[in-house]
Nanobody, 115 residues
């Protein structure tokens, strides 16, 4: 069983920045991939950014150029740096890990961007 704990959410004005962290209870270098998903009120959960064990990254078109996903294997932590935030980035952000054929989820952290 893998535990994922997110932190770093909060309230920020449009144009501002936040950095989310996701700490895993197991060595992340063993994970096939990790990602950040988000869910806005009344909408489906969607992928924001992902990173593979080899370091390949993938971003939703809506966040390209503004968000950066990175990983620190020594700290078993994945980060999501979010810049130039927009009100439409508001939602609950969930950390996800793909490991041994299972997908693990954190409880989420709220991000609210005011206009």
């Amino acid at each position: 069983q893998v535990q994922l704990v997110e932190s770093g959410g909060g309230l920020v004005q449009a144009g501002g920045s936040l950095r989310l962290s996701c700490e895993a209870s197991a060595p992340i270098f063993n994970f096939n991939a990790m990602g950040w998903y988000r869910q806005a009120p009344g909408k489906q959960r969607e992928l924001a950014a992902a990173i593979t064990s080899g370091g390949t990254t993938n971003y939703a078109d809506s966040v390209k150029g503004r968000f950066t996903i990175s990983r620190d294997d020594a700290k078993n932590t994945v980060y999501l740096q979010m810049n130039s935030l927009k009100p439409e980035d508001t939602g609950v952000y969930y950390c996800n890990a793909d490991y041994t054929g299972f997908r693990y989820w954190g409880r989420g952290t709220q991000v609210t961007v005011s206009s």
